[in-house]
Antibody, heavy 118, light 107 residues
Framework: EVKLVESGGGLVQPGRSLKLSCAAS????????MGWVRQAPGKGLEWIGE????????NYTPSLKDKFTISRDNAQNTLYLQMSKLGSEDTAIYYC???????????WGQGTLVTVSS | DIQMTQSPASLSASLGETVTIECRAS??????LAWYQQKPGKSPQLLIY???SLHTGVPSRFSGSGSGTQYSLKINSLQSEDVASYFC?????????FGAGTKLELK
């Protein structure tokens, strides 16, 4: 069974940084692209970006490219999202997901809530 | 960026009814489209990819169709467990983008 478990969310002050993790199990992690999607409270989904199997290709949505960094550790079956210069607009549930063959998200984690507030 | 316009924003339907949700892309996305279902308090779940391919384990009452810039998700014989929000996503070009969602409720 494919399982994705995000962690690292919580309350963070504006301007600070936070690193999210996503532990993967039930599949061969290093065979798949992985990605991040976020959802502000009561809002729609926003694609953050994705990373390929060996981290040689990382794609971001342009508005977040200078704030967020996606990485992975295949030895630990873990995906990461490093977030910096956080603002209230970054308050959201952050989901990690396994990418399908062409870019759809085949499996999702349960999400981790990040709240940016003083 | 490719804009995805989803309609309607909300929808009320009866059990057993057939429901259709539309998604229009701002340019041709060559069937690079997925549909997701999100139940309240849960993470999204993939229903359809490549515009018309049913994801593993998804009931056959769900179907996708379309081409070019116009796509639709159809739910036949609506069940109570289908109450959810539905989102489309294009993955033809970066950055990938989602529609704003359709909230489906029971009448």
């Amino acid at each position: 069974e494919v399982k994705l478990v995000e962690s690292g969310g919580g309350l963070v002050q504006p301007g600070r940084s936070l690193k999210l993790s996503c532990a993967a199990s039930g599949f061969s992690f290093n065979d798949y692209w992985m990605g991040w999607v976020r959802q502000a409270p009561g809002k729609g989904l926003e694609w953050i970006g994705e990373i390929n199997q060996d981290s040689s290709t990382i794609n971001y949505t342009p508005s977040l490219k200078d704030k967020f960094t996606i990485s992975r550790d295949n030895a630990q079956n873990t995906l990461y999202l490093q977030m910096s210069k956080l603002g209230s607009e970054d308050t959201a549930i952050y989901y990690c997901a396994r990418v399908g063959q062409l870019g759809w998200f085949a499996y999702w984690g349960q999400g981790t809530l990040v709240t940016v507030s003083s | 960026d490719i804009q995805m316009t989803q309609s309607p924003a909300s929808l009320s339907a009866s059990l057993g009814e057939t429901v259709t949700i539309e998604c229009r892309a701002s340019e041709d996305i060559y069937n690079g489209l997925a549909w997701y279902q999100q139940k309240p308090g849960k993470s999204p779940q993939l229903l359809i990819y490549n515009a018309n391919s049913l994801h593993t384990g998804v009931p056959s009452r769900f179907s996708g169709s379309g081409s070019g810039t116009q796509y639709s998700l159809k739910i036949n014989s609506l069940q109570s467990e289908d109450v959810a929000s539905y989102f489309c996503q294009q993955y033809y070009d970066y950055p990938y983008t989602f529609g704003a969602g359709t909230k489906l409720e029971l009448k």
